[in-house]
């Protein structure tokens, strides 16, 4: 709890700091693949809050661990009960700056995104590459990462280890608008 009170505070002081020039999204997209010989797992979710500030290369995103959807109700269940534990663990967070980012250029920008990833109370540094698009004032930032599963210890048992990936691919999509809460 106590973490998720400072998370939050950090958040809102980003926010502040840069007023003049937030961007948000509250339907980003995260989606994640497991590829394994016995069955495929993907998840996605829609409900993504992201925080974007052009000025200082800033990014933040909180995702929300429920909000994943499954084909299979059973996956869901799997996912939250067993291995990420959303009960004791409901959000994981990012925290970043793009690398080299130019607020100036309209069009496409692929960049470096530097920073710090949070799953089950565990940080990790991460970096990851981006396409940044400015378009008519609004921006769209997409990518892919990978997450190791050991990394944030998360536990499968040897029974079940053939139908996990130990490597995650994680695709990202953000279509930021102004922020208009801030003004």
Same mark, same amino acid.
């Given at each position: 709890?106590?973490?998720? @009170?400072? @998370?939050?505070?950090?958040?809102?002081?980003?926010?502040?700091?840069?007023?003049?020039?937030?961007?948000? &999204?509250?339907?980003?997209?995260?989606?994640?693949?497991?590829?394994?010989?016995?069955?495929?797992?993907?998840? &996605?979710?829609?409900?993504?809050?992201?925080?974007?500030?052009?000025?200082?290369?800033?990014?933040? *995103?909180?995702?929300?661990?429920?909000?994943?959807?499954?084909?299979?109700? $059973?996956?869901? =269940?799997?996912?939250?009960?067993?291995?990420?534990?959303?009960?004791?663990?409901?959000?994981? !967070?990012? =925290?970043?700056?793009?690398?080299?980012?130019?607020?100036?250029? =309209?069009?496409?920008?692929?960049?470096?995104?530097?920073? !710090?990833?949070? $799953?089950?109370?565990? &940080?990790?540094?991460?970096?990851?590459?981006?396409?940044?698009?400015?378009?008519?004032?609004?921006?769209?930032?997409?990518? =892919?990462?990978? *997450?190791?599963?050991?990394?944030?210890?998360?536990?499968?048992?040897?029974? @079940?280890?053939?139908?996990?990936?130990?490597?995650?691919? *994680?695709?990202?999509?953000?279509?930021?608008?102004?922020?208009?809460?801030?003004?």
């Amino acid at each position: 709890m106590n973490k998720l @009170l400072l @998370l939050l505070v950090s958040v809102y002081s980003i926010s502040f700091a840069h007023a003049q020039d937030g961007y948000i &999204t509250r339907q980003g997209e995260v989606t994640f693949f497991s590829y394994t010989s016995v069955e495929n797992i993907q998840a &996605t979710n829609n409900q993504v809050l992201s925080l974007f500030y052009p000025s200082s290369s800033r990014i933040g *995103v909180q995702i929300l661990m429920r909000a994943f959807t499954f084909k299979k109700s $059973l996956m869901y =269940e799997h996912f939250n009960e067993s291995y990420i534990e959303s009960d004791l663990y409901p959000k994981a !967070t990012f =925290e970043g700056d793009i690398i080299g980012f130019d607020a100036n250029q =309209e069009g496409s920008q692929t960049r470096i995104i530097k920073g !710090t990833f949070t $799953l089950r109370d565990i &940080t990790k540094p991460i970096e990851m590459k981006a396409t940044i698009i400015k378009t008519n004032g609004a921006y769209t930032i997409s990518g =892919e990462l990978e *997450v190791l599963i050991k990394d944030y210890e998360i536990k499968v048992p040897p029974i @079940l280890s053939p139908n996990i990936a130990k490597n995650i691919q *994680v695709s990202f999509k953000f279509q930021y608008v102004p922020n208009d809460d801030q003004k």
